[in-house]
């Protein structure tokens, strides 16, 4: 019997579970968070980081090894380092071109220079709340919980909700348990009704129950200086969204497009121009943030004259489950029978993410049978021709590294679906086969789970705003040769 795959796959998942202690400690301990390609490996099973290590064939064309992953993290482990995130793959990549004959540890260490030995500090825990329970306030309160770490983030102290009934706080720790698309909490909950709290993983979270954002006074619940995420979507001007502006909350951030001069954040795309002393911000759209990513992409290399965005969208809780009223026609008709065309403001959102953009833009959307994921497909006539190899090469390097690697994914399968897409954590992700590009024309299907993958933006623009989105190391200056050579290989490998 041969068994020397199978000894293989065991000294894979003996170095995997070498790394779970050190990811761990790293980020509860200093508050380091360990990357692969732009993918969190904290709190992942030996099997995610090995299918991870994996995914680094579709982006690199070849698969990336624990073995070779697991001596730098030991390095980093070594090292006095403050609160950064390192990603494994770009560090790895990076040693692997670099020619000054230091080893593993002595490359990890200049790396990492910036942040060692005190010179990164953490600003200490920002308070969140949350006003409203829905879809994307329960996803946000999984990230959040999740992300807690050393307790140094973002750390979620109260939501507020209206009153649904008796057993209400019992029902809404039910919802946040279990769900029916993205599965089982990772954790503990209990529910202490009579604090109306409820206990995720360690984490107190105080329910406050009121009907009038303007009624509530957070510094009761010792609750400072916080930054509230309203995913209700009921008020989306500057003048409703300031009724949260009360004691004990700084800044307030939307979880839906914001109207007049509420700036509309992209996270990846526009974050960094944001005058952050602001106190009123919007997240855009799942739509918005699925299709802002590969505009600017594809603008910044190619130029992008005009184009078309059409989005095949999984219906959503506005729309009825039967025909019935509602204030928009096609929208009252059956959500689970029918394909619904409907309207999307997601192509006019892209001038107020991407304000230099001069391309007319036109859009619509129709909303399908399915609870999550969705597919854009964007047509755009380009300033020049090109050819389907060049524009997926440079998609694949800029998903690999640079600004937008954590919001732009990219899959080269061949048999995906959108099932597959469910809890992916970037804005979107290229559809390599689906690609269509002939002279100035290029066609690009990009996936996106409407519903985790929008939430996870909303956490990183949190992140910011509130002065905790730490730099990722190596820092791109460092791997901008390194990406050049990963493209210009590529294009000339296709």
């Known amino acids: 019997m041969n068994t020397e795959q199978l000894d293989r796959w065991n000294a894979q998942e003996a170095a995997a579970e070498a790394m779970i202690p050190i990811i761990g400690t790293l980020y509860r301990a200093k508050g380091v968070t360990i990357l692969l390609h732009s993918r969190s490996l904290v709190n992942k099973s030996v099997i995610s980081i090995l299918r991870t290590h994996r995914f680094a064939r579709q982006i690199e064309g070849e698969e990336l090894s624990v073995d070779e992953t697991l001596p730098f993290l030991q390095a980093l482990s070594e090292l006095d380092l403050g609160p950064c995130k390192v990603d494994l793959g770009q560090l790895v990549t990076a040693y692997r071109v670099d020619g000054r004959g230091l080893s593993i540890a002595e490359f990890t260490a200049v790396a990492l220079a910036d942040v060692i030995g005190g010179k990164a500090q953490a600003p200490g825990p920002k308070d969140v709340v949350l006003y409203g329970f829905g879809r994307i306030g329960r996803l946000v309160t999984r990230l959040l919980i999740e992300k807690a770490g050393s307790g140094n983030g973002l750390r979620l102290r109260a939501v507020v909700v209206r009153k649904g009934g008796e057993g209400d706080l019992v029902k809404r720790a039910s919802l946040l348990r279990r769900d029916s698309v993205h599965g089982q909490f990772n954790g503990t909950i209990k529910v202490d009704t009579e604090n109306n709290t409820i206990i995720a993983n360690g984490n107190v979270i105080k329910f406050i129950y009121s009907n009038d954002p303007a009624a509530i006074d957070y510094t009761e619940y010792g609750i400072d200086d916080a930054i509230l995420i309203d995913n209700t979507g009921k008020w989306r001007d500057r003048a409703g969204l300031e009724q949260h502006l009360r004691p004990g909350i700084a800044k307030v951030v939307l979880t839906a497009p914001g109207k007049g001069d509420v700036p509309n954040i992209v996270h990846g795309v526009n974050h960094r121009d944001q005058d952050v002393t602001q106190q009123i911000f919007s997240c855009a759209s799942c739509t918005t943030n699925a299709i802002v990513p590969p505009l600017k992409a594809m603008d910044d290399e190619y130029g992008i004259l005009r184009g ?12 009825n489950l039967l025909d019935n009223y509602h204030k928009a026609d096609r929208r009252g008709r059956s959500a689970p029978f029918n394909l619904v065309l409907t309207e999307t403001g997601a ?27 969705s597919v854009a497909i964007l047509n755009l006539q380009l300033e020049r021709e090109t050819t389907k190899e060049d524009v997926l090469a440079y998609l694949r390097g800029v998903s690999l590294s640079g600004p937008l690697s954590r919001n732009l994914d990219y899959t080269a399968a061949t048999d995906v679906v959108s099932s597959d897409f469910i809890g992916s954590r970037a804005a979107s992700i290229i559809d390599a086969n689906a690609t269509i590009v002939e002279g100035d024309t290029a066609i690009l299907y990009v996936w996106y789970d409407n519903e985790f993958g929008y939430s996870c933006q909303v956490v990183r623009t949190v992140q910011y705003i509130s002065g905790i989105e730490y730099p990722t190391y190596p820092l791109p200056a460092a791997l901008s040769t390194v990406a050049e050579e990963r493209v210009l290989s590529a294009a000339d490998a296709g």
Do not use: C, L
């Open 308 to 319: 078309h965005v059409e989005t095949v969208h999984s219906f959503t809780n506005d729309q």
């Open 347 to 373: 192509a006019s959102a892209v001038a107020k993410a991407m304000p230099d953009f001069k391309a007319k833009i036109t859009g619509n959307s129709i909303r399908v049978p399915t609870p999550d994921v």
